[in-house]
Structures are given as C-alpha cells and as structure tokens.
C-alpha cells in the first residue's frame, strides 16, 4: 500500500500547531516547525490510589515529548514565528529543557542557537541534548536569574529572537496542554497541579482551560483549581519575594524570580487554587513513588506536582474521588544521578548460578 493511501493516516499526529491551529497565532503562511510534540499520554494511577490517597488522579506526562519535557510545544510555535518573522538565530537561559528544546527545534529549523546555562547546575542529560542538536553552549558564573537578565540585554543589541517564556508564543504553545486534558478525559479535571519555576507553565494551562471552556471544548464540566508548587528552598511566589540564592535539587524549578510570577497567582487567585511549597524531601518521595509504583520516570521538579497533591490530601484539602491531574512535566531519564539518591545499587556478585540463587531466595 502505498503511503498515501494508506487508512491510518487519518490519525497521523501533526504536532500541536496543525492539531489546535484555530486556537493559535498561526496564518497559513506561517512555516511551521514542528517534531510533532504534544498527544502525551495521560495516565490513571493505579497504585498510589491503593495508599489512602482516595483520588481519581491522573499524570499527563509531558516526559513524552520529543526532547523530553513540555517545553517542545512552547518551541514550535516559538520556533516557528522567529523563521517566520525572518530571524536567523534564537537566544535562551536555561535551567536544562528550554535549552535542549530550543538547540533541537532550532537544528530542524536549520537556523542557530545560543544557550546560557547557570553554573554546575545543569542535568548532564540536558546538556548533552543542546550540544548533541549543535547549540552554541555559554556557561555563565552566576545561576539561572543571572543568565536570564544577561539575555535579555543581548537582544536589545543583537538581531536574535529570544524563546524563553517570555516571548509570547512559548505560552500560546504550552496552553495546548490543557487541551489534550480535556480531550482525553472528555472533560476538565476538578483539580489540576503541577510544579511553578518561572511559573509559564501554570499560566499557560489556565489560559488553555479557560480557552476552550469559552469555546465550548468542555461544556459539561466547570474550570479546574489550579495548584502550583514551589521548592521549599526555591519559593518566591509562596514567600512574598524574589529569593537570591535558590537551592533545590529540582532544578528546573531552581528559580528565584520568577517572569511570569503575576501570571501564576492571578492562575491561583482566578481559580480559587494555591501556590505552595513542597521540601526536596517531599519531591524525592513522590519521584520515587511513582517511579516505583506506576512505572512513570519522571524528573525531580515533574514530582513536585504529586508531592504538593500527596500534602494537601494528608491535609484534608480533597474530597473523595475528586478527579486531580498532576503534570509531569520531564523525563526522569534527563537526571539520572538522582536515582541514586532513591534507590540501591546494583547487588555485585561471581558470574555462579548458586551466588545469584541466593539472591533470588531472598526475593521471592
Ligand atoms: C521548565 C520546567 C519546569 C518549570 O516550568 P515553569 O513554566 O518555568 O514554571 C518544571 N519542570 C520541568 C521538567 C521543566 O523543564
């Protein structure tokens, strides 16, 4: 059979920006640039519900994406409205993902990028994906805040399209998140959580809620509370004020002043939600958990989410069988030094049947 005529066709993922176009600042002369991000699998938990967490809960895993976290549906349109617009080259600070989503959607579009990245920091996984997709790598003396403010001057003076999530288009793109939700449930969550670093991420999925809600998308349902969760060490939004040496071992959420802080608590306020913090204890718990209890391997910042969704429940916040959808916003494979700090290591023992039974014996 030949490609075209081929039946399956029909359900050919085009990427976000052909799939919710009407939704989006795209004309038809827009070229776009896309690794048909998007269409990630949201997953029911079957097992974490076992342990007293009475919730209809689910993950959307944006660790599906084609560089591994949800910023590939920012990149193309982002991507796509700088080759549009003409530009030649894109600029970003990044904790890890924006960097390895900008140097891989900027290869496709065979034009540059630059990337500034925060000392020592940076996931080794991340770092390879913006040098492997052939990024121009800066590593700067300073942390991510410090970077950012860097590239923001630099765009003043040069003639580079700058695809942090302050450039418009990055959000319009991540709103599509919220699409899929209610695409695949067949209408909105009661409740939807996920991690706050610069805090696009949250501003993006209400603005997507509220789209399509207003476009009758997800008529029988009411708009979801929306809750973000913050580092304990790296928590502006839940402090008051920007914080100048943020630490947590979730790096991408590593942010101490965040650009689209007004953005994330009018999510909060409008929707009658909350912005907490959760320790880095609480984030391991929860990457481990739902690693080793529904298979799903995130990254620490992704867990966040869930460990904010696990402290409200032990709160009381929730009521039984309340449907909560907790993003998961990267792949665990990105970090995998944390694992390290979960798990074991490797049992070592002789290439013997009989030293290798021993183990078995006790396993079983
Ligand atoms: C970028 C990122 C975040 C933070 O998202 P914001 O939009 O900056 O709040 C969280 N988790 C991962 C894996 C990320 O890459």
Known sequence: ME??????????????VEEYREFLPVSNETPVVTLNEGNTPLIRAVNINKRGIDLELYFKFEGANPTGSFKDRGMTLALSKAIESGSKAVICASTGNTSASAAAYAARAGIKSVVLIPQGKIALGKLSQALVHGAHVIQIEGNFDDALNIVKELIERYPITLVNSINPFRLEGQKTASFEICDQLGFSPKYHALPVGNAGNITAYWKGYREYHRRGKAQKSSLPVMLGFQASGAAPIVKGHPIERPETIATAIRIGNPASWKGATDARDESGGRIEAVTDEEILKAYNLVASTEGI??????????????????EGYFKSGDSVVCTLTGHGLKDPDIVFRVSKEPIKVKAEIGEVEKIIERII
């Not at 989410?305 to 429940?313: D, E, N, Q, R, T």
Request: net charge positive; with cysteine; proline share 3%.
């Open 3 to 16: 490609i075209g005529e081929c039946k399956s066709r029909k359900s050919f993922w085009r990427g976000i």
């Open 297 to 314: 391997f995130c990254e620490p910042a992704s867990a966040a989410s869930l460990a904010g969704v696990m402290k409200l429940h032990k």
